[in-house]
């Protein structure tokens, strides 16, 4: 059994936390005995696969097998020609000596964070919106590794602090218009491409 689950923002990746409500809460009883395939920040919303099947969980995780995951973003700042470029091309995330995976990064919109705060977490606007101008990026990133708060990173040493991100592909999945905190299983053919056994979904 393999489900996709919209992951909402607090929620942790865990089977269970004392502090926080876990993706199983999410779940009827009869699935709480699934797993997640890797994780998502407790601030990170989006794709995310339960499974009981090992095999697959580890043929999607590997670090050899360059899982694509795309991430739409939010952050302050904005992104140049060059800027863009780095995060392509690669850099560094210290103390880690070797670079960035070539990667895929594109500006989706320009606006300042008062014409979007109803769509940032609370959390983050509190403290921002003493300042309403301030320059607001939207773009996506696609990586094929997943190093420790790799997106939020990336965007920092470019300039820029992620204030929403959400994964919304996990290689030819596509988080679609699934609400947020639902879930659905996956068809047999979504399986099939994930194994890579088909070219799209």
Not at 26 to 48: A, S
Not at 73 to 82: G, Q
Not at 170 to 183: K, M, N, S, V
Request: net charge positive.
């Amino acid at each position: 059994m393999t489900i996709l689950l919209h992951k909402p923002l607090d929620v942790v990746t865990a089977r269970q936390d004392a502090r926080h409500p876990t993706v199983l809460d999410l779940l009827p009883p009869q699935l709480r005995h699934l797993h997640p395939v890797g994780r998502l920040d407790r601030d990170t919303e989006g794709l995310l696969l339960l499974t009981d099947d090992g095999k697959l969980t580890a043929h999607l995780t590997r670090p050899e097998h360059h899982v694509e995951k795309s991430y739409a973003f939010w952050a302050t700042n904005d992104l140049s020609e060059s800027a863009l470029e780095r995060l392509e091309r690669g850099l560094l995330l210290p103390p880690d000596p070797r670079p960035t995976l070539p990667a895929k990064a594109a500006v989706t919109g320009r606006s300042t964070l008062y014409q979007i705060a109803d769509q940032i977490p609370p959390r983050y606007c509190e403290k921002l919106l003493k300042n309403r101008d301030i320059p607001v990026v939207a773009g996506t990133l696609t990586l094929t590794e997943g190093r420790t708060h790799q997106v939020r990173r990336m965007l920092r040493a470019v300039g820029c602090s992620v204030i929403r991100l959400r994964r919304v592909c996990l290689g030819p999945l596509r988080l679609g218009d699934l609400p947020c905190g639902a879930w659905r299983p996956l068809e047999e053919a979504e399986i099939a491409a994930l194994w890579g056994r088909t070219h799209v979904v």
